[in-house]
C-alpha cells in the first residue's frame, strides 16, 4: 500500500496576528499534488492551540477541502513560543494509536511529538495491523549547539524495531558537497552565525562553513573518501536515497531565496530509520518548486512515497 508523507513548513501557520487564519498559500502548497498525503509534518502551527485549537481545525479543514479526503491534526509542543510542530493525517487510512498530550507533565522529552499509527487497511483484525511511528521537529534556528541537543532526543528512533519516518524544519544542512552549499562570503552575519560555523583555517578572516552536526548527528558523517556515510544514529535521508539512484540529479534547496542568505540551504528533511528504509520509493522524493513570483511559504514541500505491506 504506498502512502505519501509530506513535510511543509508553512510561515507562521497561516496565523494574522490576531486577526484570524489565512489559509489560502497552506491550499496552494498543496494543491499540484497528485495524491494526498497519509501523512502532514507540519512546522510553524502557530498560535494553534488557542481559542479552543481553531487553527489546528482551520488548517486540518483547508487541507481536508483542497485534497478531498479528511485529516485531523495533532498538536504539537515547542519550548521556545507558541509556534509548535502539528502532524496531520490521513483518517480515511490512519488510526492514530499514540500521541502525547501536550499538557502533560509526565511525558520525556524524547517522547513528545512522536506518533504511533496503525495502516487501518493493512488488515481487517486490529491486533495485527501495520504500525510505525512518525515524528516531527522544528530545530532552533539560530543555535548549532540546541539543534545538537534536540537531534539527541531524536536519536534513539534511528534503531527502533518499529518503522519510522520523521521530518520537518531541521534547520541545519547535513555534510556532503552534493547538497546545495551557500556562498558564505556573500551571506550576511545572521545567515553565517544561524546556519554556519567560523573554522580557523590559517588565515586572518578564517573561513565559514555550513553547521552540520545536528543532522550528521542522525543520519553520519559524509566520507568524501568513500563517498558515503560515516557514524550516525541509523537514520537515512530520503533526499540522499533518491540522489543515489540518480546522481546526476542535482539536489534543491528547500527553502526560497532570501536577500543575504547567499543561497537556499536543504534544511528540510524526510528520514527514515533502518526499519523504515526497504519501504520507501527513492525515486518518489520531490521538492515541490512554487509556481510564479507568489510563494505560499518561505519554505518548499516536500514529499516522497512509502510503499507499506498489507497483513492477511
Known sequence: MILKVATFNYQSGGNRSGHGFD????????????????????????????????GLFAAAEALSDVLRVPYIGLPGTLDRGPIPPAIFYRADLLTVRGWPCPSDPDVFDDQRNVARFAVTASSVMPD??????????????????????????????????????????????????????????????????????????????????????????????????????????????????????HPEQQLLPTVNPKPGEGGGLLIDYLLANE????????????????????????????????DLPTVA
Open 23 to 54: 489559509m489560502k498559500g497552506l491550499q496552494e502548497a498543496f494543491a499540484l499534488l497528485d495524491r494526498a498525503p497519509a501523512v502532514v509534518l507540519y512546522c510553524e502551527a502557530k498560535g494553534y492551540r488557542g481559542q479552543g485549537q481553531r
Open 128 to 245: 495485527v495491523r501495520f504500525e510505525f511511528l512518525a515524528w516531527v521537529a522544528h530545530f532552533d534556528p539560530r543555535s548549532g549547539q540546541i539543534r545538537r541537543q534536540e537531534a539527541g532526543l531524536l536519536d534513539r528512533y534511528g534503531t527502533d524495531p518499529l518503522p519510522v519516518i520523521g521530518g520537518g524544519d531541521l534547520n541545519s544542512s547535513a555534510s556532503g558537497d552534493h547538497l546545495p552549499q551557500r556562498d558564505w562570503h556573500a551571506a550576511d552575519w545572521h545567515a553565517k552565525t544561524h546556519k554556519g560555523r567560523w573554522t580557523d583555517d590559517g588565515t586572518p578572516e578564517g573561513r565559514w562553513v555550513p553547521d552540520t552536526d545536528a543532522v550528521d548527528h542522525l543520519i553520519g558523517r559524509w566520507d568524501p573518501a568513500r563517498q558515503r556515510r560515516v557514524g550516525g544514529s541509523g537514520y537515512h535521508a530520503v533526499a540522499e536515497l533518491a540522489w543515489r539512484e
Open 275 to 306: 526499519a523504515m528504509r526497504p519501504y520507501v520509493i527513492p525515486a518518489s522524493y520531490k521538492v515541490h518548486l512554487p509556481e510564479g513570483d507568489r510563494w505560499p511559504s518561505d519554505h518548499r514541500l516536500v514529499t516522497a512515497d512509502i
